[in-house]
């Protein structure tokens, strides 16, 4: 069972591979959903907002010790609210992932652009909506996709994210590394 954090931002898209990739999804809105799961995605959208959102729904401080069992991904704003360092504006966030991000780096929602980001010498289809830059990163971390000489994929451990949204495209083949994990 695959959740997907559900409060705010691009959600079904990832049900959507999800499901053709044959996993079981559950949409997490309160603590009791995350019980039993397999993996969580934190979605892209509005960090801000899912910041609050996790608060009033008493989510916050559930998170990081379920990091410490199961997989995160987390798409752009996702990824943003797993880094340890946020910047533009600094923000908090869980720290599940020793990464600094850089908020709206890509430019705001005009500069939006689609792009082929490398991973293991081949070229998958990504989407760069308002995204964050990985500024920084510890040791742990390694790079798995860049797109020119940005690394935008990072993971560690069971963890990966993402500063583009590939649920934003047909191929579902972030979503079948994700599963893999």
């Known amino acids: 069972m695959i959740g997907i954090l559900a409060l705010q931002g691009c959600v079904e898209p990832h049900a959507i591979h999800l499901r053709a990739l044959g996993a ?22 509005e960090s801000t907002t899912m910041l609050k959102l996790l608060h009033q729904f008493g989510l916050w401080e559930a998170l990081p010790p379920l990091a410490e069992k199961i997989p995160f991904w987390g798409i752009c704003a996702g990824a943003i609210l797993m880094a340890r360092t946020v910047e533009n504006p600094q923000q908090p966030s869980l720290n599940i992932l020793d990464i600094a991000v850089k908020r709206n780096a890509y430019g705001r929602q005009l500069e939006s652009f689609q ?3 490398e991973v293991d010498g081949n070229e998958e289809a990504a989407v760069f909506i308002r995204a964050p830059k990985f500024l920084r990163w510890g040791p742990e971390v390694q790079v798995a996709g860049f797109i020119g000489e940005e690394a935008v994929f990072l993971k560690s451990g069971r963890h990966m994210v993402t500063a583009f949204h ?9 979503h079948r590394r994700f599963l893999a994990l």
């Open 24 to 45: 079981e999804i559950r949409y997490v809105r309160t603590r009791d959903d995350l019980e039993n799961l397999h993996g969580l995605i934190l979605p892209g959208g």
């Open 166 to 174: 590939p649920e934003l495209t047909e191929s579902g083949w972030c």
């Open 115 to 117: 792009g082929a980001v």
